[in-house]
């Protein structure tokens, strides 16, 4: 069983629509989690990290249920320029260093204008 | 630009060949990582180290995969009589990985190493 597990897609949606991505991790002692954007042909980078308590950042809203093991991020009114990949990241080490991440396979979003 | 930084970019190679990228991070980023993404899925992780040591190895690491970090600061990743299946993208990344400093959890990721095998 993979440790995170996304629904790849890919997500066609036109500008402006509220569009949101699930996925879920198998190791209940997960500390951490974080979503990262992947544009084409580039190297990932940090959207957000996920807290406990859910979080926002714009029109970027993180959830974190630990309770289902279950991560979302959800986008308002979207952009073209939010055309990317976006990748669910879980850490499992303690601590306030990372070790080994596991990344999702990645969802894919198209925004069409 | 005091990025993550690797090198080649791009590597075409023919089966049974050796090759070796090389990941210059972050100066003052005491970890580093290697990853290796395909296309169509998430990057796999590889191994890590802090500062020169290696912490830890994933099992998809085979023999034939070596990585240093001798001085703490730069890396190397080495693969031995490579095979059509090594065919990927390697990505290195960099973190603090100081539990003294205030960490965001962020890997800075370089831009990557193509490798194609023939």
């Known amino acids: 069983r993979k440790e995170v597990e996304q629904d790849p897609g890919p997500f066609n949606v036109p500008e402006g629509a509220t569009v949101a991505f699930n996925c879920t991790y198998s190791?209940?002692?997960?500390?951490?989690f974080f979503w990262y954007r992947q544009d084409c042909r580039k190297e990932p980078k940090l959207l957000m990290s996920v807290y406990s308590s859910g979080n926002e950042d714009g029109r970027f809203t993180a959830q974190l249920n630990r309770a289902s093991q279950y991560i979302s991020l959800l986008i308002r009114d979207s952009k073209l320029s939010d055309s990317a990949t976006y990748l669910c990241v879980v850490n499992n080490d303690r601590g306030s260093t990372l070790g080994r991440l596991y990344f999702g396979r990645g969802t894919q979003l198209t925004v069409w204008p | 630009d005091t990025g993550v930084s690797q090198d080649p970019r791009h590597k075409i190679t023919k089966r049974g060949q050796n090759v070796t990228f090389r990941c210059d991070p972050i100066?003052?980023?005491?970890?580093l990582y290697w990853y290796r993404q395909t296309l169509g899925q998430g990057p796999e992780f590889l191994t890590y180290f802090q500062n020169e040591a290696q912490l830890e190895k994933s099992r998809l690491l085979s023999d034939r995969f070596s990585a240093e970090r001798p001085k703490g600061s730069f890396s190397t990743l080495e693969i031995q009589r490579t095979e059509q299946g090594d065919s990927a993208m390697y990505l290195c990344a960099s973190s603090l990985g100081d539990s003294a400093i205030s960490d965001t959890g962020e890997l800075f990721f370089g831009e990557g190493s193509r490798l194609t095998v023939l």
């Open positions: 100066s003052e980023h005491n970890r």
């Open positions: 190791n209940s002692a997960s500390q951490s």
